[in-house]
């Protein structure tokens, strides 16, 4: 009947270590995977954009798996895969 409840209380300790791991590690980066990825379906003309390597561009035009990216003052274009794209800058709001 011991060896049972050592085996339970295993089965129970390595449980709670997947649990704790799960809610601190896993869920959150799935969390914020879903967040990029939501991003990324969202972008539109005209957004400003970071690119994973930095640079800074405007969107052009919007295909389903990449984006056409307007950089520097020539406006040069030149085309991104959406998962290339870091951040977008929030739009300004209009003071009334």
């Known amino acids: ?9 295993g089965i129970a ?3 709670a270590v997947f649990a ?9 980066q799935k969390k914020k995977e879903k967040q990029l990825k939501e991003m990324r379906e969202a972008l ?6 970071t690119t994973l390597g930095g640079i800074i561009a405007t969107v ?10 307007e950089l520097g003052p020539n406006r040069n274009k030149v085309p991104f ?3 290339a794209i870091g951040t977008v800058e929030p ?5 009334e």
């Open 44 to 49: 539109a003309v005209g957004d400003k954009v």
């Open 20 to 28: 704790v791991f799960y809610f601190l590690l896993i869920r959150p």
């Open 1 to 9: 009947m011991g060896n049972t409840q050592q085996m339970i209380m």
């Open 91 to 95: 739009k300004k709001q209009s003071v």
């Open 81 to 83: 895969e959406k998962w």
């Open 60 to 69: 052009a035009k919007v295909e389903e798996t990449f984006v056409v990216l």
């Open 13 to 15: 300790m390595w449980a």
